[in-house]
């Protein structure tokens, strides 16, 4: 990649990282922007994936605390989502760019629509889950809808962190806080599991991959700062339109 496109994909990574820090949706930028300085669509994707493992890894880190007492639900999940996020990356490298080129607005599409019905989202589970809860055996039922929504964003990663936390809010019974930061850990999961399986598969563009992992750890640091003077509804209807525009020019494609 030329000096020009890896300051292409590095501000877009910034953009992203901060979006995801306010808002959410930030594949939406960066993995557009990939494809659009020329790198084939899997791999973009691929390389997306590769880039964004630092954020997920901040999102985890800064909810710990929340994770007290819920040993058995991470016993049980997080083998279940690292396994999925290997299956769907699996199936992205069994995927020709063809194929994916038609699918892509789908996903795409598909994110935009959890996006908008995230605020939604939130606050059914704010008025239907308890102030607290322990884990016990019955959270077991919650690997069965955990197994899809990994293997998605494994596949595409974007929207799996509403998908999850919808997931987990039908099944299990605690609070919202509580069930946010075990949805950080499952998605840090799923990326990682991806990313790492993604690897060996000379389908990364390391020089891109790199300088969008620093791009996005430094937007999330900016987006952290902004969080007080930007509204997230705002930004977020912003991430949605460039979505969806992302999406008929792939489907024109």
């Keep these: 990649m030329s000096i020009m496109h890896l300051l292409i994909v590095g501000l877009a990574a910034v953009v992203g990282g901060a979006v995801n820090a306010l808002a959410g949706g930030g594949t939406l930028i960066t993995f557009p922007m990939l494809t659009a300085v020329g790198v084939p669509i899997v791999t973009a994707n691929i390389t997306n994936t ?7 890894l901040g999102a985890t880190f800064a909810q710990l605390k929340d994770l007290r007492g819920q040993s058995l639900r991470l016993w049980l999940l997080l083998p279940i989502s690292f396994i999925g996020g290997i299956g769907g990356g699996f199936l992205l490298l069994h995927t ?3 194929v994916f080129l038609k699918i892509i607005p789908y996903l795409i599409l598909m994110a935009v629509v959890l996006m908008a019905i995230q605020d939604k989202v939130r606050a059914w589970l704010v008025r239907n889950m308890s102030k607290s809860g322990t ?9 069965v809808p955990i197994i899809p929504a990994a293997i998605y ?3 595409f990663g974007a929207g799996v962190s509403i998908i999850v936390i919808s997931v987990l809010g039908l099944v299990l019974e605690d609070s919202i806080i509580r069930l ?8 840090f999961s799923i990326n990682i599991a991806a990313a790492i399986f993604f690897l060996f598969s000379g389908h990364v563009v390391w020089s891109a991959a790199l300088v969008m992992a620093v791009g996005s750890l430094a937007g999330g640091i900016l987006g952290g700062r902004l969080a007080k003077r930007v509204k ?6 912003v991430v949605i339109v460039i979505g969806t525009i ?8």
């Design 232 to 237: 997230p509804q705002l930004l977020r209807g």
């Design 135 to 143: 884990a016990t055996l019955h959270d077991a039922w919650s690997i």
């Design 50 to 56: 590769v880039a964004l493992c630092p954020g997920y």
């Design 246 to 253: 992302v999406a008929i020019i792939y489907f024109v494609r």
């Design 180 to 187: 946010n930061a075990l949805k950080q850990t499952l998605s």
């Design 153 to 155: 964003g494994g596949y």
């Design 96 to 98: 020709s760019d063809q």
